[in-house]
């Protein structure tokens, strides 16, 4: 049974004849299976059907020689005079082989391209993963550094408050040791201050008495009252923070913010007033002063 060329199965299989011939001329005339590689690979190519430049029977990357050229045109020509017609059956059968080679063809491209799509959406999957971990790894050391900073600063508070307990602890017990065990924390009665002397020519304006010691009365909105002695150096902040520890205590516990009222005349002491010394805020009571005693009011103050 005589065989079909390259070409005329191509042909025979439904390629076009220019696409057929640039197969075959492109793939060095290896064969039919070669040639119907390339065009699978290449028939979405926009010039799969433009001609080729160098004319079919020419050899890829060189012109024929002269002996070449001849010696194709009368194997051709002796090809195609003592070659036999195919029967149609022989046709049919070749054709056969042809479409189930191509077939054939098409499958392999169709599972090599699925296998493509698949490694492709694996990697992407794979990207998608390792950007959420590193997203989730960066908000995790977000979150712990602010707890970290959180803890810091409670810390550092509670090491404040706690200083300033054991100041006023450390003041009172040497308060304690310096009028006695027997009459407690108390200091001795003070002495009222002597009456304006008139004044004379002859006689010189009496010093200003200076005191290093200062008895707080504080009056409760309950109608209760606290007492404590405090040095003329000490801060207004440090009465303040001795009734909010002790009106815990006595009022079972509360811990609301309390605000400091003088008592006549009626003055709220302002946050900047708390870090000045008790001997420094007498002008604001002329009547008595806060040193060397006072009675101070305490009103709830309200958050901020």
């Known amino acids: 049974m005589a065989e079909l060329t390259a070409l005329e199965s191509l042909i025979e299989m439904g390629f076009p004849r220019g696409r057929a011939e640039k197969a075959l001329a492109l793939t060095g005339n290896q064969g039919i299976e070669a040639a119907m590689d390339w065009l699978m690979e290449h028939e979405d190519d926009p010039d799969v059907d433009e001609p080729l430049e160098t004319p079919l029977g020419h050899i890829l990357g060189r012109e024929p020689t002269s002996s070449e050229q001849g010696g194709l045109e009368g194997s051709g020509s002796a090809a195609g005079e003592g070659k036999p017609a195919l029967s149609e059956e022989e046709r049919q059968e070749q054709t056969k082989r042809m479409l189930e080679l191509v077939a054939q063809k098409q499958r392999e491209r169709e599972e090599r391209e699925e296998r493509e799509a698949l490694e492709r959406e694996r990697q992407r999957r794979r990207q998608g993963q390792e950007l959420s971990a590193a997203r989730q790894r960066l908000q995790e050391d977000e979150m712990r550094r602010a707890a970290e900073e959180r803890r810091r600063e409670k810390a550092e508070e509670l090491a404040a408050r706690q200083r300033v307990r054991e100041k006023i602890e450390r003041d009172k017990a040497e308060r304690a040791k310096k009028y006695g065990g027997s009459v407690g924390s108390q200091p001795p009665p003070v002495a009222p201050e002597p009456g304006p002397v008139p004044s004379s020519p002859s006689q010189e304006p009496p010093t200003k008495r200076e005191y ?46 309390v605000q400091l009222l003088s008592g006549f005349p009626r003055r709220a002491f302002s946050e900047a007033d708390m870090e000045r010394p008790l001997q420094e805020l007498a002008c604001f009571l002329p009547s008595s002063g806060l040193v060397p005693s006072a009675v101070l009011i305490v009103a709830k103050k309200c958050p901020s």
């Open 212 to 257: 290093d010691q200062c008895r707080i009365q504080v009056r409760l909105p309950d109608g209760t009252s606290l007492t404590q002695t405090f040095r003329a150096r000490e801060q207004l902040a440090a009465v303040r923070l001795y009734v909010e520890l002790h009106r815990g205590e006595e009022l079972g516990g509360g811990q609301d913010p």
